[in-house]
């Protein structure tokens, strides 16, 4: 039976599952969560960090913001999570290094924070197993309490903020985090991590935090600190060396990983680029600089030495777009004159000591030429150079930084249909649920049913819609692709009826609160030995 106030329109139930996106194809297929669909308002999407707005199209993200679809490299990941393979996590940045990593056997790392605002709920699950499972991986896992964040952002008291660590940080231990193989911090009691924060607050400005976060005049100094906070969070796993490091995230985090992606770059002594010419080139214009040397046997007198003005005069006549970076690249090739076009690999100084672009300069092997902020290396890749730098910062003080990776999950929709909401206790199940509750609140759940059991089993379910799937597809399944499979089909089938199916979540559900909150119990009497201290001694506000 349905849940549903209103009937939907008629169609086949093969109809239905072309207009899902996510049906079975084969035995073999994917499975496939609910992806989100088109709703009104969607077409600019706004990721706000703090706010409470969900991501109404997954898709926009790719288009708007260059988040890459994770399906294109699941296959290059060993073992993936159930939440990778299902399409849970449908987004990443970066996240091949990581990858890579983990096929190799090499170093990598994994972090994500908590904001201790209140109780741990089943969205929160997803990040917890994501930093477990990478840390089962081999990885070096990191969780920590964003303490300050939440004392600046959220204006808690330490006393609330101290309650709710300590429930975050006992649920994260019972789901399977090993604090020995593993750190937990919180931001207040790190002053290696405020120490990096207070550096990469001098490569970061008011005006773009302004722009990222829309901060105002209103805006307090210390919620603006919070923000550098969680940037040195982000790249806290490489402060004694650099490596891979992965952040787990909801979509609506992706602001604070473009900007510490920036801020990894600007710590860096050195940064790396293609180069053609002495002059420096745009990023559009060095892929025109490329398609003329490239076409170097067309125009130039001698094809082993073309010279920037005959290749000036080949672009003239080309229409490439955009037209302003023809413009503007053939007027630095013009007063290049018969400075040769070549090919090579410039590393170029952002912040380096004296001392370290001496180094630099003296250990760039094969020939090279040799600029005030710069080295032009005839001999090295883009690669190689990067690797190269690296090699000469970290021996001259430096930190290396590797640019975060990060991975997107889709948020789970509330069960009341709409958004899930720690402040409507219907909509989610807190991970302290007592379990009979659970059990009722899944009883209770909107689903994605017909209005009547005949067009059920005539149409079938509309799984893809539903908050019930959704927990089958997110928890209940646990590693059982074929379980979650299995409920799937059986609903859009039109074998499964809505009443049966929540009775079976909601017994699933009971079972794991029940479980979960006995291994917290455990859990509780070991704390003391954790290296965190969870009762803050700071002035109480």
């Keep these: 039976m349905s849940d549903r106030d209103t009937p939907t329109e008629d169609a086949s139930p093969d109809e239905d599952r072309r207009r899902s996106g996510r049906a079975w194809r084969g035995s073999d297929a994917p499975l496939r969560a609910d992806g989100g669909t088109e709703a009104e308002g969607a077409d600019d999407v706004r990721l706000d960090p703090w706010g409470s707005s969900t991501i109404a199209d997954y898709r926009k993200l790719f288009e708007q913001f260059g988040i890459e679809e994770f399906d294109e490299v699941l296959p290059e990941v060993p073992d993936p999570h159930y939440l990778m393979r299902r399409g849970v996590i449908f987004g990443h940045r970066d996240y091949r290094p990581v990858a890579e990593a983990m096929r190799e056997g090499e170093e990598f790392a994994s972090l994500s924070g908590f904001m201790p605002t209140g109780d741990p709920h089943i969205g929160h699950k997803m990040v917890f197993d994501e930093i477990i499972w990478h840390q089962q991986q081999g990885g070096d896992a990191y969780a920590l309490i964003a ?116 801020l990894a770059a600007r710590m860096r002594y050195f940064g790396v680029r293609e180069a053609f010419a002495s002059f420096e080139a745009e990023a559009d214009e060095r892929v025109l600089l490329r398609q003329a040397y490239d076409a170097r046997e067309e125009y130039a007198e001698d094809a082993d030495l073309p010279r920037c003005g005959e290749a000036a005069d080949w672009l003239r006549s080309r229409e490439p777009a955009p037209p302003d970076a023809r413009e503007s690249a053939v007027e630095k090739l013009e007063n290049a004159g018969k400075e040769p076009i070549r090919p090579r690999t410039r590393i170029f100084d952002r912040r380096a000591t004296d001392a370290a672009f001496e180094a630099l300069i003296e250990a760039v092997p094969g020939e090279k030429r040799v600029y005030d902020e710069h080295v032009d290396a005839f001999e090295l890749g883009e690669r190689e150079a ?103 089909e059986e609903c859009v089938g039109g074998e499964r009826l809505c009443g049966g199916c929540k009775e079976q979540a909601a017994e699933l559900m009971e079972s794991f609160l029940e479980d979960h909150q006995e291994k917290r119990a455990e859990w509780e009497e070991k704390l003391d030995e954790l290296d965190i201290d969870l009762d803050s001694d700071r002035k109480r506000a």
């Design 386 to 488: 990067e690797e190269f730098a690296r090699e000469v910062e970290l021996d001259h003080g430096g930190h290396g930084f590797l640019p975060p990776s990060s991975v997107y999950h889709r948020f789970m929709t509330g069960l009341t249909g709409g958004k899930m909401s720690s402040s409507i206790p219907a909509s989610h199940i807190s991970l302290l649920d007592d379990p009979e509750d659970g059990y009722d609140k899944v009883k209770s759940a909107t689903t994605g049913g017909r209005t009547t059991a005949e067009e059920q089993r005539e149409k079938g379910g509309k799984a893809d819609e539903c908050p019930v799937y959704e927990l089958y597809a997110y928890l209940l399944s646990g590693d059982d692709d074929e379980f979650a499979k299995e409920v799937y």
């Design 147 to 262: 303490d300050l964040e939440a004392h600046a952002a959220r204006g808690l008291s330490w006393e609330e903020i101290d309650e709710h660590a300590r429930s975050y940080v006992l649920s994260l231990l019972a789901l399977g985090f090993d604090p020995e193989d593993g750190e937990l911090y919180r931001q207040s009691d790190n002053r290696e991590l405020q120490d990096l924060a207070f550096e990469l607050g001098t490569e970061a400005n008011f005006s773009e935090l302004q722009a990222i976060y829309d901060f105002g005049g209103e805006t307090n100094v210390s919620y603006m600190q919070s923000v550098v906070t969680q940037m040195a969070d982000i790249l806290y796993p490489q402060l004694d060396e650099p490596k891979p490091t992965v952040i787990p995230v909801g979509p609506d985090q992706d602001p604070h990983m473009r900007l510490a992606r920036d």
